[in-house]
């Protein structure tokens, strides 16, 4: 029996602490990257951050996980943390005076450059540079909405950028949430083993990522492509630019025409 390739078949890589207790046997640290999350629902956390790489590089120290409850915050005997909205009209409001010392809470001992976010899906798309942004901070502190959104003295006040995960509308931030750390997370020094691995992906240099194949070199009669095979890495940088252009120009147009212009200004 042969071994096989370390490409192939590698095991799962998964932290040995239940997710929750990674977040709760770490104490702050500093200089550690951190997502802090202001949330009605923090068990809601990890989540799908406690598994995996991110999952592995949490239980190591590599970056860090903090939840301030904004139910601790409420007011009055039952703890209510919204209101109706002024001037009428459905639902509830998150309320400032409920937000301000959650927020207050949660930023405390913060030091450097901490983007201050609120997940709403009318702010700015998130997207990869972002990512690499938030990456290049110190952390981060995401305020997660809930009902019809937050107080808008609050946004103001505290200069909070709302960001939208997409041009779709959940019940909450927290999904949100777990997709923008991931997607930074893994942009940390350590994170991923092989750091050209976010080199070469979708939206890294303004294109949507090239196929990618593995063994068997046929299957269900569809083989992989000869120049792949071949050995010669000229030849396979210019199938993977030129397929990667191809699947932008078809499926993102938007991107496609950005990308041309930076290419004429480059």
């Known amino acids: 029996m042969t071994d096989a390739p370390r490409s192939h078949g590698r095991k799962s890589i998964a932290a040995s602490l239940k997710p929750r207790e990674l977040m709760e046997q770490n104490p702050a640290l500093s200089g550690v990257w951190a997502a802090r999350v202001i949330t009605l629902f923090p068990q809601a956390f990890p989540g799908v951050l406690g ?5 592995k590089a949490l239980k190591d120290g590599k970056w860090q996980l903090h939840t301030t409850d904004l139910r601790n915050f409420g007011i009055g005997r039952h703890r209510n943390v919204d ?6 009209g459905a639902g509830m409001v998150l309320r400032a005076d409920v937000l301000g010392p959650a927020i207050e809470t949660a930023m405390r ?3 450097g450059r901490w983007p201050l976010v609120y997940l709403s899906p009318r702010g700015r798309r998130f997207d990869q540079a972002m990512a690499h942004d938030w990456a290049r901070a110190d952390g981060v502190m995401l ?3 809930r009902f019809e959104g937050v107080d808008q003295r609050v946004l103001d006040h505290y200069g909070i950028e709302e960001v939208s995960l997409g041009d779709f509308v959940l019940t909450g931030g927290e999904i949100a949430a777990q997709a923008m750390v991931d997607a930074t997370v893994r942009l940390l020094p350590g994170v991923l083993g092989n750091a050209a691995s976010t080199e070469d992906e979708s939206h890294s240099n303004g294109l949507l990522e090239h196929p ?3 063994r068997p070199a046929e299957w269900m009669g ?18 993977r630019r030129e397929n990667a252009e191809a699947l932008t120009r078809a499926r993102r147009p938007d991107m496609w025409k950005a990308y041309c212009e930076a290419q004429d200004k480059g």
């Open 51 to 55: 598994e995996s790489l991110t999952g």
């Open 83 to 88: 209101d109706t909205p002024a001037g009428g």
């Open 109 to 111: 001992g913060a030091q």
């Open 143 to 145: 305020l997660c909405g």
């Open 212 to 214: 990618q194949y593995t």
């Open 222 to 239: 569809r083989a992989i492509p000869d120049v792949l095979m071949s050995g010669h890495h000229a030849e396979i940088a210019r199938w």
